[in-house]
């Protein structure tokens, strides 16, 4: 009992970190039409900005987060400015390509800059196991949680709430519209590229902790967020929290009762039978074959 | 991508690319006969690999313009069947290498039935996912494959009972095979079914328009990529002699992106060249080491922004623009078809888009060599009448036939093949074809000559080439364009447009022939010809759909007028007629005043 208590806090913090990946992935499709294949890739950047940032600076983990994010939101610009904006009027599949490039040079780039070797980031917060009972709570696993659920909430708060987040959704409903209507579409699709970098890197922070990060780190990450997408349905925002939650939880289960390859091949069969039978997500709106 | 590069590179580019492919085959084999060392010949031949296996990509992400990621899975799947068969089971490549095509090629055919149902990036993250799951098997079935450390001793390459040393003899071998696959996919790709590719990958509503069969095409593509991949990578573990699980990684994949895009991913000579570049250039540039796939990376991302075509492409742009275009065919009527006349009925056709009823129990009925006109106020369900007539849209209830065929159900293209054609509000003209491409397409669509069969047996280039282009030179004639036969689709205004669109309307011996608002934009003489055009072709007993807005072009010309509104059918009848009846008036006057 103890232990699968153990196994779902570390299986929802994964799955917390998943979300925050999974949520810049819908912003920037829904914004652009487009899928950026760089997103793990970002994860995986913003997981060694950490650590170097924590190797520069003699800060605690918390508070080099927002600095991470920061960075990472301007990587984001400089993505959209690369691989979208010069190709927005092409194929969408120009756009995987171009992505798909950056990705190639930012796992590239992170080999030649650290090496091959796993780098870990500090933790957000660091003390002693919370001990109730015979039950050991990682503190590390509930402040990912934590702040997956802040930066989550804060990001579903933006959208509806905020004329900022209208214009967000106005220009990924009807690009066309929103710009008749005076909104600037083209700095609302940075800013999703931005917003999309910004939680990939908060991911890669607090998921260099517990699971380390290497250059290659991203490619599976972004199958594994797609999933998540794929089960909550495009549409959805919530859609795509839930579906990484029940990833994680998947995953850490899988992997402790079999082994992570399994967990892994599973995951992977599952994405593939949903898309042949529920191409627009368990739970999600009819999207079809929508681009 | 502009107008003209495409149009050289449809019309006559490809013979340049048959020129560039031999030329650059004949350098390689004088580098290697004369000053070729024993490293450069293992270099070469590495190369030859994935020049195979990137020819193989060209037909599903060049082409089909689909973006698989699983190509690497097959590649990395022929390997390993050549290094089980070979190195544990002693078997000889004359088993292996067919096998190790096969085996991608079986893959794929089971895989595809399901993936190739997804657009767009679906099917890219399906088809990463099979990549990802082919690695984890590999890596994980340690008995079969040796695991992530791999297998050895992977036997050479017998052929006609010789072993072939290495060194000159195996670059030849690896590369008598590109010569072949090159041979291959020229011949199915430099004819019409070339041409069909283009249209499919750039304009699905005109390929749907034109009856091309979207999903065999896209199945076709998909298997030769696998199969191409499968023979690459069973050269290569006989190259290499060692097969490990990093042939499947994702390096492999994206390398192979970047070398079609690099050198050109509808262009052989841009295979050669894509393959042959990001070979050497480690080579050449030996401070690359170790971080060669940045460069990849960033060549990449700059050729897709600068020169989506590759180098090939660029190459055959300089030279192509100084060639003459060829001279057009003598026109030959179109041999007749059976007639196609026949009644359209539609009963109770409804169609519901979330809460809004856009079509409700819509019955029609179209008889042969009848202008059928159909007007309404604007959302009245007309164009998704035609839309659900010619199977763009589902219907979701209700009866259709032409004839005694009946068409609920059947994909837009088997409909426009079936003998309802289709022209569009804003025309759906593939802007880089030129004219008499656009009409001969059609042509070879309607005559069932497009796909691989037929273009390997050569009936979409050569003389059926000549053929199909002749037939729709008549009809270019037939509806005043011929003069313009070889401008680009996209260059035409609105006055030539509608006449391309019946042209290829035409070309699919329809017996209805559907168009939307035709005469918008044309002035009045245009208007005229427009009405005597389609009277001309009602004359041969073909019927014509027509919505139109336009009341003063519509209602001399029409020799019956259904009305529609809120998806349903308000009038019908005679034009004198429909017009004066008050609930046509009443309809319209509740939102804008009758457009007469």
């Given at each position: 009992?103890?232990?699968?208590?153990?196994?779902?806090?570390?299986?929802?913090?994964?799955?917390?970190?998943?979300?925050?990946?999974?949520?810049?992935?819908?912003?920037?499709?829904?914004?652009?039409?487009?899928?950026?294949?760089?997103?793990?890739?970002?994860?995986?950047?913003?997981?060694?900005?950490?650590?170097?940032?924590?190797?520069?600076?003699p800060?605690?983990?918390?508070?080099?987060?927002?600095i991470?994010?920061?960075?990472?939101?301007?990587?984001?610009?400089?993505?959209?400015?690369?691989?979208?904006?010069?190709?927005?009027?092409?194929?969408?599949?120009?756009?995987?390509?171009?992505?798909?490039?950056?990705?190639?040079?930012?796992?590239?780039?992170?080999?030649?800059?650290?090496?091959?070797?796993?780098?870990?980031?500090?933790?957000?917060?660091?003390?002693?196991?919370?001990?109730?009972?015979?039950?050991?709570?990682?503190?590390?696993?509930?402040?990912?949680?934590?702040?997956?659920?802040?930066?989550?909430?804060?990001?579903?708060?933006?959208?509806?709430?905020?004329?900022?987040?209208?214009?967000?959704?106005?220009?990924?409903?009807d690009?066309?519209?929103?710009?008749?209507?005076?909104?600037?579409?083209?700095?609302?699709?940075?800013?999703?590229?931005?917003?999309?970098?910004?939680?990939?890197?908060?991911?890669?922070?607090?998921?260099?902790?517990?699971?380390f990060v290497?250059?290659?780190?991203?490619g599976?990450?972004?199958?594994?967020?797609?999933?998540?997408?794929?089960?909550?349905?495009?549409?959805?925002?919530?859609?795509?929290?839930?579906?990484?939650?029940?990833?994680?939880?998947?995953?850490?289960?899988?992997?402790?009762?079999?082994?992570?390859?399994?967990?892994?091949?599973?995951?992977?069969?599952?994405?593939?039978?949903?898309?042949?039978?529920?191409?627009q997500?368990?739970?999600?709106?009819?999207?079809?074959r929508?681009? | 991508?502009?107008?003209?590069?495409?149009?050289?590179?449809?019309?006559?580019?490809?013979?340049?690319?048959?020129?560039?492919?031999?030329?650059l085959?004949?350098?390689?084999?004088?580098?290697?006969?004369?000053?070729?060392?024993?490293?450069?010949?293992?270099?070469?031949?590495?190369?030859?690999c994935?020049?195979?296996?990137?020819?193989?990509?060209?037909?599903?992400?060049?082409h089909?313009?689909?973006?698989?990621?699983?190509?690497?899975?097959?590649?990395?799947?022929?390997?390993?069947?050549?290094?089980?068969?070979?190195?544990?089971?002693?078997w000889?490549?004359?088993?292996?290498?067919?096998?190790?095509?096969?085996?991608?090629?079986?893959?794929?055919?089971?895989?595809?039935?399901?993936?190739?149902?997804?657009?767009?990036?679906?099917?890219?993250?399906?088809?990463?996912?099979?990549?990802?799951?082919?690695?984890?098997?590999?890596?994980?079935?340690?008995?079969?494959?040796?695991?992530?450390?791999?297998?050895?001793?992977?036997?050479?390459?017998?052929?006609?009972?010789?072993?072939?040393?290495?060194?000159?003899?195996?670059?030849?071998?690896?590369?008598?095979?590109?010569?072949?696959?090159?041979?291959?996919?020229?011949r199915?790709?430099h004819?019409?079914?070339?041409?069909?590719?283009?249209?499919?990958?750039?304009?699905?509503?005109?390929?749907?328009?034109?009856?091309?069969?979207?999903?065999?095409?896209?199945?076709?593509?998909?298997?030769?990529?696998?199969?191409?991949?499968?023979?690459?990578?069973?050269?290569?573990?006989?190259?290499?002699?060692?097969?490990?699980?990093?042939?499947?990684?994702?390096?492999?994949?994206?390398?192979?992106?970047?070398?079609?895009?690099i050198?050109?991913?509808?262009?052989?000579?841009?295979?050669?060249?894509?393959?042959?570049?990001?070979?050497?250039l480690?080579?050449?540039?030996?401070?690359?080491?170790?971080?060669?796939?940045?460069?990849?990376?960033?060549?990449?991302?700059?050729?897709?922004?600068?020169?989506?075509?590759?180098?090939?492409?660029?190459?055959?742009?300089?030279?192509?623009?100084?060639?003459?275009?060829?001279?057009?065919?003598?026109?030959?009527?179109?041999?007749?078809?059976?007639?196609?006349?026949?009644?359209?009925?539609?009963?109770?056709?409804?169609?519901?888009?979330?809460g809004?009823?856009?079509?409700?129990?819509?019955?029609?009925?179209?008889?042969?060599?009848?202008?059928?006109?159909?007007?309404?106020p604007?959302?009245?369900?007309?164009?998704?009448?035609?839309?659900?007539?010619?199977?763009?849209?589902?219907?979701?209830?209700?009866?259709?036939?032409?004839?005694?065929?009946?068409?609920?159900?059947?994909?837009?293209?088997?409909?426009?093949l079936?003998?309802?054609?289709?022209?569009?509000?804003?025309?759906?003209?593939?802007?880089s074809?030129?004219?008499?491409e656009?009409?001969?397409?059609?042509?070879?669509?309607?005559?069932?000559?497009?796909?691989?069969?037929?273009?390997?047996?050569?009936?979409?280039?050569?003389?059926?080439?000549?053929?199909?282009?002749?037939?729709?030179?008549?009809?270019?004639?037939?509806?005043?364009?011929?003069?313009?036969?070889?401008?680009?689709?996209?260059?035409?205004?609105?006055?030539?447009?509608?006449?391309?669109?019946?042209?290829?309307?035409?070309?699919?011996?329809?017996?209805?022939i559907?168009?939307?608002e035709?005469?918008?934009?044309?002035?009045?003489?245009?208007?005229?010809?427009?009405?005597?055009?389609?009277?001309?072709?009602?004359?041969?007993?073909?019927?014509?759909?027509?919505?139109?807005?336009?009341?003063?072009?519509?209602?001399?010309?029409?020799?019956?007028?259904?009305?529609?509104?809120?998806?349903?059918?308000?009038?019908?009848?005679?034009?004198?007629?429909?017009?004066?009846?008050?609930?046509?008036?009443?309809a319209?006057?509740?939102?804008?005043?009758?457009?007469?």
């Amino acid at each position: 009992m103890v232990t699968i208590l153990q196994l779902a806090l570390n299986g929802l913090a994964l799955g917390a970190a998943y979300a925050l990946v999974a949520l810049g992935f819908v912003l920037v499709l829904n914004a652009t039409g487009a899928v950026n294949f760089a997103q793990g890739d970002l994860v995986m950047a913003g997981g060694y900005a950490a650590a170097a940032l924590a190797a520069a600076l003699p800060l605690p983990g918390l508070a080099l987060l927002p600095i991470v994010i920061g960075t990472m939101a301007l990587l984001g610009l400089a993505v959209s400015a690369l691989a979208y904006f010069p190709l927005m009027r092409r194929p969408a599949t120009a756009v995987f390509v171009s992505t798909i490039a950056i990705g190639l040079v930012l796992q590239n780039a992170a080999l030649g800059l650290f090496g091959p070797e796993p780098r870990t980031a500090p933790p957000v917060w660091d003390s002693e196991p919370l001990r109730w009972g015979a039950l050991a709570l990682s503190p590390q696993a509930l402040a990912v949680i934590a702040i997956a659920t802040v930066l989550v909430l804060g990001q579903a708060w933006l959208l509806a709430r905020t004329r900022l987040g209208r214009n967000l959704r106005a220009t990924a409903q009807d690009r066309e519209m929103a710009a008749a209507l005076g909104i600037p579409v083209n700095a609302m699709i940075a800013l999703s590229f931005a917003l999309a970098a910004a939680l990939a890197g908060a991911a890669g922070a607090l998921l260099a902790n517990q699971f380390f990060v290497t250059p290659t780190a991203g490619g599976a990450l972004i199958l594994k967020a797609y999933i998540a997408v794929v089960i909550g349905g495009w549409g959805s925002l919530a859609g795509a929290a839930v579906g990484a939650l029940l990833v994680g939880l998947f995953e850490t289960v899988v992997a402790a009762a079999v082994s992570y390859t399994a967990a892994s091949a599973l995951l992977y069969a599952a994405l593939l039978l949903i898309l042949l039978l529920r191409p627009q997500g368990l739970f999600g709106e009819a999207a079809g074959r929508r681009a | 991508m502009t107008v003209a590069d495409t149009r050289a590179s449809a019309r006559h580019g490809l013979g340049d690319d048959a020129l560039w492919t031999v030329l650059l085959l004949a350098a390689l084999a004088a580098y290697a006969g004369t000053r070729a060392s024993p490293y450069d010949l293992r270099v070469l031949a590495l190369a030859g690999c994935q020049a195979l296996l990137v020819l193989g990509y060209q037909f599903i992400f060049g082409h089909a313009g689909a973006l698989s990621l699983a190509q690497g899975a097959f590649f990395g799947l022929g390997a390993y069947v050549t290094a089980i068969l070979g190195a544990r089971y002693h078997w000889g490549f004359a088993a292996t290498f067919p096998l190790s095509i096969l085996a991608p090629l079986a893959l794929a055919a089971v895989v595809a039935v399901p993936l190739l149902r997804l657009a767009s990036h679906y099917f890219a993250l399906a088809t990463l996912g099979l990549a990802q799951v082919a690695l984890l098997l590999v890596v994980n079935a340690g008995d079969w494959t040796g695991g992530a450390l791999g297998l050895t001793g992977v036997p050479g390459i017998v052929i006609l009972g010789e072993a072939v040393p290495r060194g000159l003899p195996l670059a030849a071998a690896v590369w008598g095979i590109v010569a072949l696959g090159a041979w291959l996919s020229w011949r199915v790709t430099h004819g019409i079914t070339g041409t069909a590719y283009a249209v499919l990958r750039t304009d699905p509503l005109a390929a749907a328009a034109t009856g091309l069969a979207q999903t065999r095409l896209r199945f076709s593509a998909f298997l030769l990529s696998a199969a191409y991949a499968g023979a690459a990578g069973a050269l290569q573990a006989h190259t290499v002699g060692v097969v490990s699980s990093e042939t499947l990684e994702f390096s492999v994949m994206v390398t192979c992106l970047a070398m079609t895009v690099i050198g050109g991913s509808t262009r052989i000579a841009g295979a050669l060249l894509g393959a042959l570049l990001l070979t050497y250039l480690p080579e050449w540039l030996r401070f690359l080491e170790g971080h060669a796939l940045l460069a990849y990376g960033a060549a990449l991302l700059a050729m897709i922004i600068l020169a989506p075509e590759g180098i090939a492409g660029v190459l055959g742009r300089a030279f192509a623009g100084r060639r003459r275009a060829p001279d057009l065919p003598e026109p030959v009527p179109a041999p007749p078809q059976e007639s196609r006349s026949a009644t359209l009925e539609a009963r109770s056709l409804s169609k519901r888009f979330g809460g809004v009823l856009a079509l409700d129990r819509v019955d029609l009925v179209i008889e042969p060599g009848e202008i059928l006109g159909l007007i309404g106020p604007n959302g009245s369900g007309k164009t998704t009448l035609a839309n659900v007539i010619s199977g763009l849209v589902p219907a979701d209830d209700g009866v259709m036939r032409l004839g005694s065929t009946g068409l609920r159900g059947l994909s837009a293209e088997k409909i426009a093949l079936a003998g309802i054609a289709r022209g569009f509000q804003t025309p759906a003209l593939p802007p880089s074809l030129s004219v008499l491409e656009l009409v001969a397409l059609a042509r070879a669509s309607a005559a069932g000559k497009i796909g691989f069969l037929s273009s390997l047996l050569g009936r979409d280039a050569g003389k059926g080439r000549r053929r199909f282009e002749a037939e729709a030179l008549d009809l270019l004639g037939r509806v005043g364009i011929s003069s313009e036969a070889d401008r680009p689709c996209g260059t035409l205004p609105a006055a030539l447009a509608w006449r391309v669109e019946l042209a290829r309307a035409l070309a699919l011996d329809p017996g209805i022939i559907i168009l939307d608002e035709p005469a918008a934009g044309l002035g009045e003489r245009e208007q005229a010809e427009l009405g005597a055009a389609l009277r001309e072709i009602a004359g041969h007993g073909i019927a014509l759909l027509v919505i139109e807005h336009n009341m003063p072009f519509l209602l001399p010309t029409a020799h019956r007028i259904v009305v529609l509104d809120q998806g349903r059918v308000i009038a019908k009848g005679r034009p004198a007629e429909v017009v004066r009846d008050p609930s046509v008036i009443a309809a319209y006057l509740g939102r804008e005043s009758l457009p007469a």
